[in-house]
């Protein structure tokens, strides 16, 4: 973990999504905001505390972050998560999930997932999609995902654990 000004924020959010943790909820919110603002991204800020899935779908169905690639009356929500996963690698905008880390886990680590996978498949200089999650505490979340869901491709020289730390910052703005 490592103390950053704001500042100097905006320069590591272009290359790595951003863990905000430590001090108090009030405190990363502000925190988030002021990073945002400084940002120059399209952002799409959910609500906080979801736990559920059904709290990030229902959220992102009402912001429109899915682009449908074929016509229909309407879509089912395979569909829509589908079409969802198309928009988050077709765009360089700035997704922010506040106070998650009570949300259902498996979903928590598949949104982070398609994010980081993302800012590591990218080629250098392309645009990404870009991710500020805050929580009180780190609460093992690399460990958790290096474990859980994040898979190493053929031929890969890195651990798990080096994917992650490349391609996500823990910030406690508690130091």
């Known amino acids: ?20 943790v430590g001090k108090t909820e009030i405190e990363r919110k502000n925190f988030v905001t002021k990073l ?38 309407s879509y089912n929500g395979n569909a829509i998560w589908d079409f969802h996963r198309g928009w988050i690698s077709e765009n360089n905008s700035l997704l922010v999930l506040e106070e998650i880390e009570d949300m259902e886990e498996r979903w928590k680590f598949e949104i982070i997932r398609l994010c980081l996978n993302e800012m590591d498949y990218r080629k250098k200089g392309n645009d990404t999609i870009h991710l500020i999650i805050s929580q009180e505490n780190e609460n093992d979340l ?34």
């Open 142 to 175: 690399v460990d958790k995902l290096a474990k859980s869901i994040f898979p190493i491709r053929e031929n890969e020289r890195r651990t798990k654990r080096q994917i992650i730390e490349q391609n996500l910052e823990i910030i406690d703005i508690s130091e």
């Open 1 to 20: 973990m490592s103390f950053y000004k704001v500042e100097n924020l905006k320069e590591i959010l272009k290359k790595k999504h951003l863990v905000i």
């Open 36 to 73: 945002i603002r400084l940002s120059n991204y399209e952002t799409y800020r959910f609500p906080s505390k979801m736990k559920l899935f059904d709290d990030y779908f229902d959220s992102m169905k009402k912001m429109k972050l899915y682009k449908p690639w074929y016509e229909s009356k």
